[in-house]
């Protein structure tokens, strides 16, 4: 498996920066495992909760994040 580095800026009047080293077997799985356990109190935590979270997070204008992937 892949090691991604995922950081998200949280939304809301209380900002912060979320980061996190994660392991997926591809990068829309890693960044589901971010979404679990970093973001998902922002959003609902379902399928579509995860959708609004990667469409934030992949803004062409404001990303609301960044993945690097790091290698296996």
């Not at 090691?3 to 994660?22: E, M, N």
């Not at 979404?35 to 579509?48: I, K, L, R, T, V």
């Amino acid at each position: 498996m892949s090691k991604y580095a995922i950081a998200f800026i949280t939304p809301g009047k209380r900002i912060q920066l979320r980061h996190s080293i994660v392991e997926g077997e591809n990068r829309d799985s890693a960044l589901r495992s971010f979404f679990n356990g970093n973001a998902s109190e922002y959003y609902s935590n379902d399928e579509h909760g995860f959708l609004y979270f990667k469409e934030d997070f992949f803004d062409e204008v404001n990303p609301s994040g960044s993945v690097i992937e790091l290698g296996a």
